[in-house]
């Protein structure tokens, strides 16, 4: 199984700042294609999770340009420019490349 | 605008069994494939279950191979799970998800306990 370790567990920010988040696979997530399956999530409290960015770094609908993803093979980072409040929750990183799909233990953001 | 409404949910107790239901709408659903992904109380996400767009395949972890069954009605736009032989340790809000986790629904709480 793919095993997605992410980083920092959690992070306390102030409003304005840029904080990344660290996101490393047991194995490369590059599929057969030639596309990397990465993705990053976003679950704010009480909520259901939503997909910020797919294939390491195309933002989806609506997802505003403070965020961006980077990365390649096994090393993956998502940015955040200039935090606000609605930013907070738990980040997750998932790959879709390999079976199982597997998610990182997710990073909590919080605003100082 | 995409839609995903799972129903289903509920208190079972060990052994029992339990079916899901998620019916999909705003988009084309036999065009893409789905999945059940899970999250216990406090916990991460976990994925459960994937299945084709075209139903012929279907693909599990091994925390449910052979008690969790995907299956999907492409007439109906809608995505099923079975759920056999439940265990304690299968409490968790139930989400559908379309390809990729591009989208989510509001997720079912399915309660394991005697």
């Known amino acids: 199984d793919v095993v997605m370790t992410q980083t920092p567990p959690s992070l306390s920010v102030a409003i304005g700042q840029s904080v990344s988040i660290s996101c490393k696979s047991s194995q490369s997530l590059v599929y057969s294609d030639g596309k990397t399956y990465l993705h990053w999530l976003l679950q704010s409290s009480g909520r259901s999770p939503k997909r910020l960015i797919y294939q390491v770094s195309n933002l989806d609908s609506g997802v505003p340009d403070r965020f961006s993803g980077t990365g390649s093979q096994k090393d993956f980072t998502l940015k955040i420019s200039r935090v606000e409040a609605k930013d907070l929750g738990v980040y997750y990183c998932a790959q879709t490349t390999h079976f199982p799909l597997t998610f990182g233990s997710g990073t909590k953001l919080e605003i100082k | 605008e995409v839609q995903l409404v799972e129903t289903g949910g509920g208190l079972v107790q060990p052994g029992r069994s339990l079916k899901l239901s998620c019916v999909a709408s705003?988009?084309?659903?036999?065009?893409?494939?789905m999945s059940w992904t899970r999250q216990a109380p406090g916990k991460g996400l976990e994925w459960v279950a994937s299945?084709?767009?075209?139903?012929?395949?279907?693909y599990y972890p091994d925390s449910v191979k052979g008690r969790f069954t995907i299956s999907r009605d492409n007439a109906q736009n809608t995505l099923y799970l079975q759920m056999n032989s439940l265990r304690s340790e299968d409490t968790a809000t139930y989400y559908c998800?379309?390809?990729?986790?591009?989208?989510w629904g509001q997720g079912t709480l399915v309660t394991v306990s005697s």
């Open positions: 299945i084709t767009n075209s139903g012929g395949s279907t």
């Open positions: 998800t379309r390809e990729g986790f591009a989208y």
């Open positions: 705003g988009f084309t659903f036999n065009n893409y494939w």
